[in-house]
C-alpha cells in the first residue's frame, strides 16, 4: 500500500506550541505486516547490523488550530517500520541542523543501519520513544548523534512518505563556536553551503527540496 506524499500539517510552531497525547492501547498489525517486520529483523541481523526491535510511536491523528499543532499518538512495534510499501504511520523525527552562518549539518549514515545507509542525511533524525513528544526527539537525536545542544528550535512541518513513515520535520540553529562530534551511525560529515545551489554533487534531490522549503 503506498499513497502519494503529502504535507499533513506546516507551520512554524514554536516548541512550546506543539502538544502530544499518549494512548495507552499497543497498534496491532495485520499478521502479514507483522510477519513482513519479522523478515526485516531477521534480515538486518543476517548483515551484521546491530539495530534491535522495540517500541516506537505511530500517528493516529493530527489536528491544527490557534497556531498549535496536537498530535495523537500510540505505541507502535519498531520494525513495522521497516516493511516495504507500509511502515504504518510510524513517526519519525528530523532535525535539520544550521550553524551560526547559515551553513547545513550534513552526514554520510553508515552502511550498518536500518534506514538510509549509506546516504547522505541532514542533521539528525529517529523514532520517537513511547511517552516522548517528537519536539524533544529533535534535541535528544541532536544530542545523541552529534554531541551538540541547539541555541534555537523551530518545529517546521509533518510530512507522510509514500510508504506511510510520518516524518516530524523540525530545524535548529547552533550558537556560534559549536563544535559537533559525529556518533557511530555516521562515516562521514560536512558543513554544506548555506545556498543550496553551492552544495556538493553527493546531496540529492529529495535532501535539496527539502532544505528548500525551510530555507
Same mark, same amino acid.
Given at each position: 500500500?503506498?499513497?502519494?506524499?503529502?504535507?499533513?500539517?506546516?507551520?512554524?510552531?514554536?516548541?512550546?506550541?506543539?502538544?502530544?497525547?499518549?494512548?495507552?492501547?499497543?497498534?496491532?498489525?495485520?499478521?502479514?505486516?507483522?510477519?513482513?517486520?519479522?523478515?526485516?529483523?531477521?534480515?538486518?541481523?543476517?548483515?551484521?547490523?546491530?539495530?534491535?526491535?522495540?517500541?516506537? *510511536?505511530?500517528?493516529?491523528?493530527?489536528?491544527?488550530?490557534?497556531?498549535?499543532?496536537?498530535?495523537?499518538?500510540?505505541?507502535?512495534?519498531?520494525?513495522?517500520?521497516?516493511?516495504?510499501?507500509?511502515?504504518?504511520?510510524?513517526?519519525?523525527?528530523?532535525?535539520?541542523?544550521?550553524?551560526?552562518?547559515?551553513?547545513?549539518?550534513?552526514?554520510?549514515?553508515?552502511?550498518?543501519?536500518?534506514?538510509? #545507509?549509506?546516504?547522505?542525511?541532514?542533521?539528525?533524525?529517529?523514532?520517537?520513544?513511547?511517552?516522548?513528544?517528537?519536539?524533544?526527539?529533535?534535541?535528544?537525536?541532536?544530542?545523541?548523534?552529534?554531541?551538540?545542544?541547539?541555541?534555537?528550535?523551530?518545529?517546521? *512541518?509533518?510530512?507522510?512518505?509514500?510508504?506511510?513513515?510520518?516524518?516530524?520535520?523540525?530545524?535548529?540553529?547552533?550558537?556560534?563556536? #559549536?563544535?559537533?562530534?559525529?556518533?557511530?551511525?555516521?562515516?562521514?560529515?560536512?558543513?554544506?553551503?548555506?545556498?543550496?545551489?553551492?552544495?556538493?554533487?553527493? #546531496?540529492?534531490?529529495?535532501?535539496?527540496?527539502?532544505?528548500?522549503?525551510?530555507?
Amino acid at each position: 500500500m503506498r499513497t502519494a506524499p503529502a504535507i499533513l500539517a506546516r507551520g512554524p510552531w514554536a516548541p512550546d506550541n506543539v502538544e502530544a497525547r499518549w494512548s495507552d492501547e499497543h497498534y496491532e498489525p495485520p499478521p502479514e505486516r507483522g510477519d513482513a517486520a519479522d523478515a526485516a529483523i531477521a534480515a538486518l541481523r543476517d548483515r551484521g547490523s546491530p539495530s534491535h526491535d522495540g517500541l516506537a *510511536a505511530r500517528l493516529v491523528r493530527h489536528e491544527e488550530f490557534d497556531g498549535r499543532l496536537l498530535l495523537d499518538l500510540q505505541p507502535v512495534r519498531w520494525a513495522l517500520r521497516l516493511v516495504e510499501g507500509d511502515a504504518s504511520c510510524s513517526v519519525a523525527a528530523m532535525c535539520l541542523t544550521r550553524d551560526s552562518e547559515g551553513r547545513w549539518l550534513a552526514g554520510r549514515r553508515a552502511a550498518w543501519l536500518a534506514s538510509w #545507509a549509506g546516504r547522505w542525511a541532514l542533521g539528525a533524525g529517529g523514532a520517537v520513544d513511547v511517552g516522548e513528544s517528537p519536539v524533544d526527539t529533535l534535541t535528544r537525536e541532536l544530542d545523541e548523534e552529534w554531541s551538540v545542544a541547539p541555541e534555537r528550535v523551530r518545529c517546521e *512541518a509533518l510530512v507522510r512518505l509514500p510508504h506511510r513513515l510520518v516524518m516530524f520535520i523540525g530545524q535548529a540553529w547552533l550558537p556560534a563556536g #559549536a563544535t559537533v562530534t559525529p556518533d557511530h551511525e555516521h562515516d562521514a560529515y560536512a558543513w554544506w553551503p548555506a545556498s543550496i545551489d553551492d552544495w556538493p554533487p553527493e #546531496a540529492d534531490e529529495p535532501l535539496r527540496r527539502m532544505a528548500g522549503l525551510l530555507a
